[in-house]
């Protein structure tokens, strides 16, 4: 395999599953690092802050520093910083996101017809009422983004539920589609990534486990591509995908074979 300057990592089902590393992950890792790559870890999952994520790489044995974290609630957060500066915003989602946006200065309100946007994202407490406030707010004139697209997430044995069904719900009630997602696999995301590298895509690689969100993010950055098979994608799914990846790899291991 060809060696690139930049690593981006997806987290859940490429470098872990649950409690435990994907075995050989650590080992990988520290010789890209011993090779000079650089490194980021992305993921879509917005329910813990950047420090967990870096807290639990460095528990299961791979190095990883807070500032080489970037999940879809600092994406999101940032977006709304730099484009609607102090927007007040109605929030489906949990209380790691919120607060990124508090951080930010986004204000956080609870009433759906106070609002300028509605954001949605993971939330496992997901209600009636929230939904019905979601519909009222975009019916107000709010517009309505959301962090990531994920229809669910890698869990040791199987799946669990995701965004998609949030998103998928304000959308069948509203009748309309959401706005923007800032999470992979979109341009905002590939932006924060690069800025963290320094480096620009050409010299970069994806490595994730789904063909939906990394491999199509990062065929469309102009990034080289690997597709881990320890995650939520099968083989033979990769036949009917448009997006190809550079790479179909059993798991990380086979970066550096």
């Not at 859940?12 to 980021?40: K, M, S």
């Not at 990531?148 to 009630?173: F, S």
């Amino acid at each position: 395999m060809k060696r690139y300057a930049g690593y981006v990592f997806d987290l859940d089902g490429t470098l872990y599953l649950g409690d435990h590393a994907i075995p050989g992950a650590p080992e990988t890792l520290a010789e890209l690092r011993r090779r000079g790559a650089r490194i980021a870890f992305l993921s879509n999952k917005p329910i813990e802050p950047a420090a967990s994520y870096a807290a639990k790489l460095n528990r299961l044995g791979i190095q990883a520093a807070v500032e080489e974290v970037i999940n879809s609630s600092i994406v999101m957060a940032r977006y709304l910083s730099r484009t609607a500066p102090g927007a007040r915003v109605y929030l489906i989602g949990e209380e790691p996101l919120a607060e990124e946006l508090r951080k930010r200065g986004i204000r956080l309100v609870t009433d759906p017809l106070d609002c300028e946007y509605v954001v949605v994202s993971w939330d496992r407490q997901f209600t009636y009422k929230k939904l019905n406030d979601a519909l009222q707010a975009i019916r107000n004139g709010a517009r309505f983004i959301a962090t990531h697209p994920d229809r669910t997430c890698p869990v040791p044995g199987g799946e669990v539920a995701d965004v998609g069904g949030m998103i998928g719900a304000v959308e069948g009630v509203t009748g309309k589609k959401v706005e923007l997602i800032t999470g992979k696999p979109s341009p905002i995301t590939v932006q924060e990534a690069m800025n963290l590298l320094g480096l620009p895509p050409d010299q970069c690689i994806m490595v994730g486990d789904r063909l939906e969100t990394d491999m199509r993010m990062g065929r469309e950055a102009g990034m080289a591509t690997a597709l881990v098979l320890t995650g939520v994608t099968r083989r033979e799914q990769v036949e009917s995908s448009p997006w190809k990846p550079d790479y179909v790899l059993e798991s990380v291991r086979g970066l550096i074979g």
